[in-house]
């Protein structure tokens, strides 16, 4: 039976570079793979077909001859057994996996590892923002080797197991498995002669000092990218990233949950009891409070438009102050006195209620036992 036309085979035109027939090949590979079309002869014999015309037309000097003499160019080698007939599902493996999942071509070529830095900031550096240097430990490039790993003058070689490859095929009946060569480990190639200033690794351990502009309004856990500033890549590979992670260090007075600041601010019981005016603090300097009269422990005032400036939406949260109600310590007679007599002025006012919540208390403690004994 006459073989179709290669090009017609890999539905191609006749002047095809050499990166469509490839392109072409490895989908229609794909497609009648016999993995994928098990006990399927049509499949199996459309692969065959579709290799072969492959195999030509990726060879110079095959195609050369195939355009000028059609298949009749191949007839003589066909009969010999030289190899252009047969299928070896090795070479698939390792044209379209190899190609599709990052195979030996492409092994030596290895992307740099991404680095990861913490960074301690105070909550104003935080909220407004700011530069700051950072001393990165890492890998950089060997300038005397260029990377290669190999002494000046010298180039590393092929390896003698792989022949370069970095994958040695192992034959498991009808399937063909490819592993690491342990000889070079997957690098394809070996060092005779290695550099004298890294001794054969392509890069030396250096640290580096990077400024790194961070924005107004990072919170813990935010981070930072730095593309191109992780560890070096091998073989010409790019570097990796550097991701700068932010950590706010305690404040003494605020707390902050997202664009919120607290604080507790402390009031003595006199203006808890008769209120007043007090400043606390901001972040952008002091702002007077109102205490209203009976204030209790704990109450919260929010303060609009005083917390941290968002760096996603720009939009800025409150100031939350609770105050608290604080006990006079280490008192004075004459202080002393005025409490007694404040104290004896409340239970001689029976009908004033003074202490709402203690009453309240106590009238159900009462209760309580009261109930326990009927």
Sequence with gaps: MAKKDYYEVLGVSRNAEEREIKKAYKRMAMKFHPDRNQKDKEAEAKFKEVKEAYETLTDTQKRAAYDQYGHAAFEQSSVSGNGHGRTEFSDIFGDVFGDIFGGSRRKNATRGSDLSYKIELTLEEAVRGITKEIIIPTLVRCTTCNGSGAKKGTNPINCPTCHGAGQIQMRQGFFTVQQSCSYCH????????????????????????????????????????????????????????????????????????????????????????????????????????????????????????????????????????????????????????????????????????????????????????DDLTN
């Design 186 to 369: 997957g690098q394809g190639q070996i060092i005779k002669d290695p550099c004298s200033k890294c001794y054969g690794h392509g890069h030396l351990k250096k640290s580096k000092t990077l400024s790194v502009k961070i924005p107004a309004g990072v919170d813990t856990d935010d981070r930072i990218r730095l593309s191109g500033e992780g560890e070096v890549g091998k073989n010409g590979a790019p570097a990796g990233d550097l991701y700068v992670q932010i950590y706010i260090k305690e404040h003494p007075i605020f707390q902050h949950e997202d664009n919120n600041l607290f604080c507790e601010v402390p009031i003595n019981f006199t203006m808890a009891a008769l209120g007043g005016e007090i400043e606390v603090p901001t972040l952008d300097g002091r702002v007077k409070l109102k205490i209203p009269s009976e204030t209790q422990t704990g109450k919260m005032f929010r303060m609009r438009g005083k917390g941290i400036k968002s760096v996603r939406d720009n939009t800025k949260g409150d100031l939350l102050c609770r105050v608290v109600v604080e006990t006079p310590v280490k008192l004075n007679e004459k202080q002393k006195l005025l409490l007694h007599e404040l104290e004896k002025s409340f239970y001689n006012s029976p009908n004033i209620n003074n202490s709402p919540r203690s009453k309240s208390f106590f009238d159900s403690v009462k209760k309580f036992f």
